[in-house]
T-cell receptor
Framework: DAKTTQPNSMESNEEEPVHLPCNHSTISGTDYIHWYRQLPSQGPEYVIHGLTSNVNNRMASLAIAEDRKSSTLILHRATLRDAAVYYCILEHPYYDMRFGAGTRLTVKP | SQTIHQWPATLVQPVGSPLSLECTVEGTSNPNLYWYRQAAGRGLQLLFYSVGIGQISSEVPQNLSASRPQDRQFILSSKKLLLSDSGFYLC?????????FGPGTRLTVT
């Protein structure tokens, strides 16, 4: 199975942009890249996903490297409510997704 | 709109007792359904997924089982709980690329 590698933790200041990196060097051509986040004691929440092109939505932007071996989730202006564990996941057939340990984002006021 | 329900929210069970966790989805048909477990401070582990009634794929061999008796109902069971079964159990559904998670059940096996 293709796997992802993320830093264990990152810190950001409130109102500043945050770039969360993810490496997935063994990604296959049909794997989608998904990002979810999880607040304490809650289920994960969908953030964004993409295949090859960069993607934007109201929550974040996803920048995908040209060789697709890495991607970056961009929060344009971090707020205290963005403090969470962020998971980078590759989607396998039948929408099968394998969550890793993720990156714990701390946002400082 | 679609909603996903899980119950109970919390559960404390002794070692060796049975388990039944239920998940139901409203507002959609023929969803893919998933059971995950999250140990304290860890990431999510996919336990089972189902693409249709009676179709269950198991990802981790263990003393847990899953069933899908109806299109929008997914049940996680065990005949005899182990201490290692403690964790946060999450049910999710998808109809496309996104997965939507329920509120979870926090299980403590004592």
């Amino acid at each position: 199975d293709a796997k992802t590698t993320q830093p264990n933790s990152m810190e950001s200041n409130e109102e500043e942009p945050v770039h969360l990196p993810c490496n997935h060097s063994t990604i296959s051509g049909t794997d989608y890249i998904h990002w979810y986040r999880q607040l304490p004691s809650q289920g994960p929440e969908y953030v964004i996903h993409g295949l090859t092109s960069n993607v934007n939505n109201r929550m974040a932007s996803l920048a995908i490297a040209e060789d697709r071996k890495s991607s970056t989730l961009i929060l344009h202006r971090a707020t205290l409510r963005d403090a969470a564990v962020y998971y980078c996941i590759l989607e396998h057939p039948y929408y099968d997704m394998r969550f890793g340990a993720g990156t714990r984002l701390t946002v400082k006021p | 709109s679609q909603t996903i329900h899980q119950w109970p929210a919390t559960l404390v069970q002794p070692v060796g007792s049975p388990l039944s966790l239920e998940c139901t989805v409203e507002g959609t048909s023929n969803p893919n359904l998933y059971w995950y477990r999250q140990a304290a401070g860890r990431g999510l582990q996919l336990l089972f997924y189902s693409v249709g009634i009676g179709q269950i794929s198991s990802e981790v061999p263990q003393n847990l089982s899953a069933s899908r008796p109806q299109d929008r109902q997914f049940i996680l069971s065990s005949k005899k709980l182990l201490l290692s079964d403690s964790g946060f159990y999450l049910c999710a559904w998808s109809g496309g690329s996104e997965q939507y998670f329920g509120p979870g059940t926090r299980l403590t096996v004592t």
